[in-house]
């Protein structure tokens, strides 16, 4: 059995202190919305765990009422950290469920087939993650205000959501960032820890998080489109 764990428990504070990203309005309907829409429309997932803010249970519980998902759901308080979030998410996952796909709510344009090629390669590798080819130029700077280095993009993938695992690789990987009492920026950095290798899924179509306003126009587009 197939689980998305949802992390929706973020304040997106780039966007301002009264601003919640996931509930700002794009093509007819919240982000989070279409995130969920698109995680219930896949059928490689089975159950689906939304990881959210307490206060925002309520708000949550009439979004649901609105779209009707089809799949089972259940509403999770998240944690401090999204490493807190995740592995609150991840231990109401029941017995049956060998393969976790966690996303991103305000990641809302991810293709069904993307999210099931990284269930698919979890399943045979142990971990994945959609991921795109860097088409930039990059430096890197020690000081941040002159070049240091150039790196090769040939060699470079930006990394997306979902982010997906057999469920006793990643609670293994999380564990240790918790014992150790690290922080990690995604769930595939818990993955380096343990040795674990982490299939790169390639994302063919664009697949970008909500994180400034000015982000909105783009999405309205793709979503829109599809």
Known sequence: MNAAVIVAAGKGTRMGPHVDKLFLEVAGAPVVAHTWRRIDAAPCVDVVVLVIRED?????????????????????????????????????????????????????????????????????????????????TIKESTGGDTISRHLDRARLWAVQTPQTFRVEVIRKALSLVREKGLHVTDDTAACELIGQPVKLVESLSPNPKVTVLSDLPYLEMLLRDR
């Not at 009422?65 to 998410?89: H, I």
């Not at 305000?106 to 090629?117: G, Q, S």
């Open 56 to 136: 925002m249970k309520g708000a949550f519980r009439e979004l649901a009422a609105a779209f009707k998902p089809g799949k089972p759901y259940r509403l999770v308080a998240g944690g401090a950290e999204r490493q807190d979030s995740v592995w609150n998410g991840l231990q109401v996952l029941g017995p049956g469920v060998d393969v976790v796909a966690i996303h991103d709510g305000a990641r809302p344009c991810a293709t069904v087939e993307l999210i099931a090629d990284t269930i698919q390669a979890a399943r045979t590798v142990g971990a994945a993650v959609a991921a795109q080819r860097v088409t930039d």
